[in-house]
């Protein structure tokens, strides 16, 4: 276990814990080449970076709208 000396909460990873730390002393490492917004984690990165796509990635097949994300699919589907 990894604990936080700041705020006391634990974590079973050490990068975890890294990219909690960043919460506590404003780190964003992470910036979009377009929009230059920051980021704590590359993950949250790489998921900003679909909205600067011109194509939509998936599509419902009953009502027709299209989405970026996997997530805001699975709303509208009920998953």
Do not use: A, W
């Not at 996997?70 to 998953?79: D, E, K, P, S």
């Amino acid at each position: 276990m990894c604990t936080c000396s700041l705020c006391s909460k634990t974590f079973t990873s050490k990068s975890s814990l890294t990219t909690h730390m960043r919460s506590h002393y404003g780190e964003e490492p992470y910036q979009c080449d377009i929009s230059k917004k920051k980021f704590t984690q590359n993950t949250s990165l790489n998921y900003h970076k679909l909205v600067h796509e011109e194509k939509f990635r998936f599509t419902c097949k009953h009502c027709d709208k299209h989405f970026r994300h996997r997530g805001h699919f699975n709303m509208t589907v009920g998953l």
